[in-house]
């Protein structure tokens, strides 16, 4: 199954698609996770987008574009994938689209991840991630260890409150187009109330996919 997660900067996309990871068996694919990583080992690629996303601004489509055709090509996605934040203008909508159809594979699902800015801002605010394994944490001091892999928590430098507000308008203005341009081509975007404790969100992710008709 190939899941779409949508939502805005903070929603719980990361948390949530390491959950569904586990519970479904598929790899999460995180466009934001391969360019951090891509900045830490500091190649060309990673150098180019660092710029983009420390202003809290998109990535090139074409960037994007090449990563998800090199992931959903390889063994480790034959089985599926949850796409968190990986789709986020109509040309990535649309290029994901062309490519699965070449390899004979759709999207099947698309998860959109409702909270409003309040609370997003409150929890971009209180983030910390681990520079390793880039697990989010809330209420966690940056300089602590992860408890998954032992890895520093940093915080993001685009959680600062004016790459949050720049993030907030990109999201409206260039990936909300998204949720209309997948209504159009007949896929159901399912609404998850994102606000709620993590167990609760994960239940309701759980129960949309579960749903038998991926079709409008
Ligand atoms: P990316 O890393 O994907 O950032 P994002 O989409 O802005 O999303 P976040 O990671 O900030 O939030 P999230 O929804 O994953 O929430 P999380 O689970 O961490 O992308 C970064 C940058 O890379 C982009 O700005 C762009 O420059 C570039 N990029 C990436 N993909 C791209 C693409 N396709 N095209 C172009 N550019 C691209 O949760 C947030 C916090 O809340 C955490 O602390 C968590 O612990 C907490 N939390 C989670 N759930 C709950 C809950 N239910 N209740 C309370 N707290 C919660």
Not at 68 to 93: C, F, H, N
Request: a positive charge; one cysteine or more; aromatic letters at 2%.
């Amino acid at each position: 199954m190939i899941i779409v997660l949508l939502g805005p900067p903070g929603a719980g996309k990361g948390t949530q698609a390491d959950r569904l990871s586990a519970r479904l068996g598929i790899p999460k694919i995180a466009t934001g996770d391969v360019l951090r990583a891509a900045v830490k080992q500091g190649t060309r690629g990673g150098l180019d987008a660092k710029a983009y996303m420390d202003r809290g601004d998109l990535v090139p489509d074409s960037v994007i574009l090449g990563i998800l055709q090199e992931v959903m090509t390889s063994p480790s996605a034959a089985k599926g994938a949850i796409l968190d934040g990986a789709v986020r203008t109509v040309p990535q909508a649309e290029g994901v689209g062309i490519m699965l159809a070449e390899i004979g594979r759709k999207v099947d699902k698309v998860l959109l991840f409702d909270v409003d800015d309040n609370e997003l801002v409150k929890r971009l605010s209180g983030r910390t991630v681990c520079e390793g394994c880039q697990t989010p944490y809330m209420g966690r001091e940056a300089g602590t260890r992860c408890e998954k892999c032992g890895g520093t928590l940093v915080r993001r430098k685009d959680d600062e409150p004016e790459a949050v507000r720049n993030r907030l308008q990109v999201y409206r203005r260039q990936t909300e187009p998204v949720i209309q341009w997948y209504k159009d081509h007949k896929m159901k975007v399912n609404k998850i109330d994102a606000d709620g404790p993590v167990d609760t969100v994960t239940a309701r992710a759980l129960e949309a996919l579960e749903h038998p008709d991926g079709k409008q």
